[in-house]
């Protein structure tokens, strides 16, 4: 899938070697040797070894893998809270692993806020405080940070509750907090590791809604941790899934789904409703063949009876949508003498936007037989969906091949 977003974050031949060793690990890597092999001959951990991917401007990137898959350690590599060992990490033009100490302080104020799963907020300071608190420490006057940090709880639904404490909100409510004071700090790019681990599923599915419409409004560049995949597959714009601290696959979720990589990608994917992730524009056919508005009926029957349609769509020149006119219609246009297909058709009909769901669209295929029309933000016509292209998609979509191989999660932490 292409992007047409600017790249924001470049990274390029990652790699982290837990240990005083580090040169003599990268070594045995690049002579073909596994993480488990390295770390019994050398004593070294490699934590992630050769990791490339962009973060596009206004993405929501996120990076997903079991506990020991390197993710943890590849955000805390982003703003060089963990040195890495090799590599670039390139911001606006800027290598974060090359940056002086002062540059990179400066680096990080300017670029990077983050949200963690402990909520890590100040039980003594009450939740306009704490929102404060990144403005202060910069050093910003207190009427401005003030007005910032009423103006980020807004944003996240908090305001009227700027004098409470962090002991009197919920952990949805305290989770907010961390967000406001995150977006309070105007960072550039939002880092979110776990940021919703510690909620119960239910404020969890409510949060997760929460970051997408701000994300929907704001086009924050976000890099969002997790471990679990249904909240990989419903926040990101894109995935990038981790093994043993390297890359299996970066992709859309409904790439991740129609197209995984690998055995150890299937297994990832057994089980997921993937008619709630994969989308219209999955499962769209080009449209055969339309009318123009200013066209008749005896064109309209024509190009049906070519095609072998029951139905046509009606578009103005400039392909947005007008309308449907039947067969049956068209021939009573005829009839009647009517000129312009416009005077025989009809609204009663479907149009979903490419990102729709597939299983909304079962319920529109029992109000009426017409294929369902997929349009752009300006009801230009893209394709149409068909019943049978929808069952066809999800089939597909359940072919996952059997594999013999064990699915196995590395011991420890990251």
Not at 74 to 84: A, S
Not at 166 to 171: D, T, V
Request: net charge negative.
């Amino acid at each position: 899938m292409s992007d047409n977003r600017n790249v924001k974050i470049r990274v390029r031949n990652l790699s982290k070697v837990f240990g005083n060793q580090p040169k003599k690990a990268l070594e045995l890597r690049d002579q073909g040797l596994k993480r488990p092999e390295i770390l019994d001959k050398t004593g070294q951990t490699l934590g992630l070894s050769n990791i490339n991917f962009d973060v596009h401007e206004g993405e929501l990137l996120v990076i997903m893998g079991l506990s020991g898959s390197g993710k943890s350690t590849l955000i805390r590599c982003l703003n060089r809270l963990i040195e890495p060992s090799e590599g670039e990490i390139v911001i606006d033009g800027e290598n974060i692993p090359e940056l002086s100490e002062k540059a990179l302080l400066e680096c990080r104020r300017r670029h990077f806020s983050m949200v963690f799963q402990n909520f890590a907020l100040f039980p003594h300071r009450t939740v306009q405080q704490n929102t404060e608190f990144g403005l202060e420490v910069r050093g910003i006057d207190k009427v401005e940070r003030e007005r910032v940090a009423r103006e980020s709880l807004k944003q996240v639904g908090l305001d009227g509750w700027e004098d409470a404490y962090p002991n009197q909100l919920s952990g949805g409510m305290q989770q907010r907090v961390g967000l406001a004071r995150a977006l309070a700090n105007d960072a550039s790019v939002l880092l979110m590791d776990e940021a919703f681990s510690a909620l119960d599923p239910l404020i969890r599915g409510d949060m997760q809604q929460e970051l997408l419409a701000l994300q929907h409004k704001m086009q924050k560049t976000t890099v969002f941790i997790t471990h679990d995949l249904d909240e990989a597959l419903t926040i990101g714009d894109r995935i990038v899934l981790l093994k043993d601290g390297e890359v299996v696959q970066i992709g859309t979720p409904e790439e991740i789904l129609t197209k995984p990589a690998d055995d150890y990608v299937r297994r990832f994917i057994e089980g997921v409703d993937k008619s709630r992730i994969l989308t219209a524009e999955s499962a769209m056919r080009k449209v055969r063949s339309t009318v123009r508005d200013s066209d008749g009926p005896r064109t309209a029957l024509r190009k049906m009876r070519e095609h072998s349609l029951d139905s046509i769509y009606i578009t103005d020149r400039d392909r947005h949508l007008i309308g449907l006119i039947e067969a049956e219609a068209a021939s009573q246009a005829l009839e009647q003498g009517k000129d312009k297909v416009t005077d025989a058709m009809t609204l009663d009909f479907r149009s979903v936007g490419p990102a729709e769901p597939l299983h909304n669209l079962f319920a529109m295929f029992h109000d009426n037989s017409f294929p369902i029309a997929v349009v752009d933000d300006s009801k230009r016509l893209l394709g149409v969906v068909v019943k049978g292209a929808v069952l066809d998609e999800l089939a597909q979509a359940a072919e996952t091949p059997q594999t013999t191989e064990e699915a196995t999660v590395p011991a420890g932490d990251e």
